[in-house]
């Protein structure tokens, strides 16, 4: 008689037979800096994740190089005073995180250092796009994104990150970086980017939510995919491909393990699921009330994520993660 419970009876037996594992090569941690020196400030909606100021980020890349993490998505949280209608401060030499950018890879150069091309952070109507009579304007924010991603890998950054959720953006950019001689630059499509409710912390962190004016969309489901919708991202991925994206990104990752997983099952390009701030600030308040164990069950949140294929996963457990498995 065959009895599955075999291969469950000791530690070490289910190491051998475990079909899933998540390891340092796996995961992705997102950082945000911001101006400044000596700044280590809390996001407290997401207790885990901090604002820092570039010589504090140094600091954390090299703690968590000793855990064996070596891949990051750095994000900027940008002062008022840069922010405008056009979003030029984005691809502006004397833009700090492009000059970050420099000093991260100059002294870490064995890292992956992944960037973020959005318009949000930069844009003072808070969306990915420009605005016009209320409406996201597609094809003039992507002339902006272009002359972003130039930058960002003239900044040294490894791979792109373009999460605008704009048409055709892709393609324009690669077109543009292979233009400029940047062949070996890639580039991370957010490819299934839902108009999640579960952003919030983050935004908070980098104070880049739409601003409050009845002129302005008040969210960004123009761009964003519909909660509702799996076969679209089937449609989104296929053109991503088509345009020369290196890595297709679903996000959020717990809420759409449904989506990595038909991603995973019909593409050949590695799949990243972005683990994102809401996902993990609820696990957080959750095991803070003693509800539940967060050395338990932040490493089954993982492990989920992986069982349903991604590749890579971007979380901002993924140091704590290590530390415990360390």
């Avoid at 469950?8 to 796996?26: G, P």
């Avoid at 909660?227 to 290196?246: C, F, H, T, Y």
């Avoid at 996902?279 to 492990?303: F, H, I, N, R, S």
Wanted: proline share 5%; glycine share 4%; hydrophobic share 40%.
């Amino acid at each position: 008689m065959r009895r599955p419970r075999r291969n469950r009876k000791s530690e070490s037996v289910r190491n051998l037979v475990r079909e899933n594992k998540v390891t340092a090569d796996d995961l992705i941690m997102p950082l945000f800096i911001t101006e400044g020196s000596k700044i280590n400030k809390q996001v407290k909606s997401l207790p885990v994740a901090y604002t820092q100021s570039l010589d504090v980020i140094l600091k954390e890349i090299s703690s968590c190089l000793k855990l064996g993490l070596h891949s990051f998505i750095l994000f900027p949280k940008v002062s008022k005073r840069y922010k405008n209608n056009t979003a030029d401060y984005s691809y502006d030499p004397d833009n700090f995180y492009l000059k970050a950018a420099t000093k991260i890879k100059k002294k870490f150069p064995q890292i992956t250092l992944i960037s973020d091309i959005a318009l949000d952070p930069y844009n003072s109507d808070g969306h990915d796009g420009l605005v016009k009579d209320g409406k996201i304007l597609n094809d003039e924010s992507i002339l902006v994104l272009e002359k972003m991603a130039i930058a960002q890998a003239k900044a040294g950054f490894d791979i792109l990150g373009p999460s605008d959720m704009m048409d055709s953006r892709v393609g324009k950019i690669r077109d543009a970086l292979d233009t400029h001689g940047y062949t070996d630059t890639s580039i991370m499509s957010y490819t299934a980017k839902y108009a999640s409710g579960f952003y919030g912390p983050f935004r908070d962190a980098l104070d880049s939510a739409p601003v409050s004016d009845h002129s302005i969309p008040k969210d960004k489901k123009t761009y964003q995919m519909d909660p509702a919708n799996s076969k679209e991202a089937m449609v989104e991925a296929q053109l991503d491909i088509l345009e020369g994206a290196d890595f297709l990104m679903v996000k959020p990752a717990v809420h759409y393990l449904d989506i990595i997983s038909l991603l995973s099952e019909n593409i050949d390009l590695p799949v990243v699921a972005y683990h994102v701030s809401g996902e993990c600030a609820m696990l957080l308040a959750a095991a803070q009330k003693k509800w539940l164990d967060y050395e338990v069950v932040m490493p089954e949140t993982l492990l989920s994520i992986k069982r349903a294929g991604a590749n890579q996963i971007i979380t901002y457990f993924a140091k704590d993660f290590l530390k415990l498995k360390n």
